[in-house]
């Protein structure tokens, strides 16, 4: 509204008031302090946003809780991260520290809820091997959430190693279905009962940094009790209605490994799903190495599926060079990439 006794048109530019500086007096830059005093640390356990890392020094080693910086933004940080620390790294109860960094990761473990989620779930960062465990039953095991898991190592660029277990609750699992399935692939095996490990399991992980995964109930956390005595993780029991595990362990979590070679155990929560959307679905089969091989004769452009037409992995596998069961956990995986209908795979002769 205009003052008493001034008209409208007698107001011009001269009339406004501007500010020097509308955004304030001190403009805010874009760049940020470089932190090289960084400490650095290793991510062993993440709680609601909240970061346990391990300092190691030459006289001790220490943890601290810390929180993620401003400038990182969004960025994922998982259990086995290497990190840059600043702030109070005393590692007291009430010491806080900034996560300014995160340095670049040697391999990368992921899955998706499933086969067409476009959202990856990063499980850990920096592993040397993926530990595979199953159980002989109780839960009964579960092939193709093996082979799945095996994809995974392999695109992660992690070694694989199945760890099999509860052998005592079975007759005779030389035997086994699941052992004769596996074993013509180029995979460690280690079997164990009650869960509880063995040497041959402690001497594969020493000196290296090994992550846990599995279905609920398959005995990880009773493993991971018996391989670090001082673990203390919580362990439960099958529901003898559904057979499936209950779930005892809620987060990933790094223990060392006790000895000279030392090493990493990454204990993770039970899985019941492995979705492996991320994985380019023209490379599935050369994690199949038991099958990829008996492509050599397949048409051009053969996709493997349950529906490409003279596919020749019907034949290699009639001729007895790999199981049937691997050929139908393949064509499952391609299947749900490619929206296909799962085909069982019937073998003759």
């Avoid at 609601?48 to 006289?59: A, D, H, P, S, V």
């Avoid at 670049?104 to 530990?131: I, K, Y």
């Avoid at 277990?165 to 699941?178: N, S």
Wanted: net charge neutral.
């Amino acid at each position: 509204m205009a003052r008493a006794g001034r008209k409208l048109d007698s107001y011009d530019e001269t009339d406004v008031r501007v500010r020097a500086n509308p955004r304030g007096s001190r403009p805010r830059t874009k760049s940020r302090p470089a932190h090289e005093d960084a400490a650095t640390g290793m991510v062993i356990t993440v709680d609601r946003g909240r970061y346990t890392c391990l300092i190691e020094e030459k006289k001790k080693s220490r943890t601290v809780i810390a929180m993620t910086a401003r400038e990182l933004g969004r960025q994922r940080i998982v259990v086995g991260d290497r990190v840059g620390l600043v702030g109070d790294l005393s590692g007291s109860p009430d010491a806080l520290a900034r996560i300014v960094r995160v340095e670049d990761r040697r391999t990368l473990l992921r899955r998706t809820a499933d086969d067409t989620d476009p959202v990856e779930r990063v499980l850990v960062a920096n592993a040397d091997q993926l530990v595979i465990v199953a159980s002989f039953t109780d839960p009964e095991p579960q092939p193709r959430m093996i082979d799945r898991c095996l994809v995974a190592a392999y695109d992660a660029g992690m070694d694989p190693l199945l760890c099999l277990t509860k052998a005592d609750l079975v007759i005779a699992w030389e035997e086994d279905a699941i052992l004769e399935m596996y074993r013509p692939l180029d995979i460690p095996i280690v079997v164990s009962a009650n869960a509880n490990g063995s040497k041959d399991l402690a001497a594969r992980m020493a000196g290296r940094t090994s992550v846990l995964v599995g279905s609920s109930g398959v005995g990880k956390s009773t493993m991971v009790n018996k391989l670090v005595p001082t673990a203390g993780r919580a362990t439960g029991r099958v529901n003898a209605v559904t057979g499936r595990g209950r779930h005892t362990s809620s987060s990933a979590l790094a223990l060392e490994l006790p000895g000279k070679e030392g090493g990493w155990v990454i204990d993770t929560p039970g899985v019941r799903s492995f979705g492996l959307a991320h994985v380019d679905v023209n490379r599935l089969i050369d994690h199949f190495p038991d099958l990829a091989e008996g492509t050599e004769n397949c048409p051009r452009g053969c996709q493997h599926d349950s529906q490409a037409p003279e596919c020749a992995l019907d034949q290699w596998v009639a001729d007895g060079h790999a199981d049937p069961a691997r050929l139908n956990s393949l064509r499952r995986l391609l299947d749900a990439r490619l929206g296909g209908e799962p085909a069982a795979v019937v073998v003759e002769g």
